[in-house]
């Protein structure tokens, strides 16, 4: 290899890693926890349903997120029937078993989805490290030649 050619292919690799590599991790990591966040939603959304004061016909006091973490107090008539997103802003109404057969499927869902970038966040780690080392080695053969 050129002395020359060194430097630049350090700077292609530098390039590589912190606009491609690092980015992408970034991304993963973000979709990674906006998963485990949905999860959570739906797991605390179960928990309420299946409260036994929740009972058919009994009107139920509840706090309602009005949005930027601004809740208000609400009571429901009816919490026989409620309404819960299934996805790209659309809410579909459930009954309480129905509600509660659809969060399981979601958060099943959902899990396999944040296993699945979880696994892409590893190999993405990975390649990162080998670049890392790529570079150390660069670094090594760059030094050598400078000492001759």
Known sequence: MENSSIPHKVLQYETFLNETLRGDLQKLTKLRDKCYEEIAQYMQLQNVLERPEISDGKPLKAQVDLGCNF????????PSKIFVCVGYGFYVEFTKPEAIVFIKKRTEYLNSNAQ?????????????????????????????????
């Open 71 to 78: 809740h208000a107090q609400a009571v429901i008539t009816d």
């Open 116 to 148: 699945k970038l979880s696994k892409d966040m590893v190999s993405v780690r990975a390649q990162i490290r080998m670049v890392l080392e790529g570079l150390k080695e660069l670094y090594g053969i760059h030094e050598n030649l400078e000492q001759k």
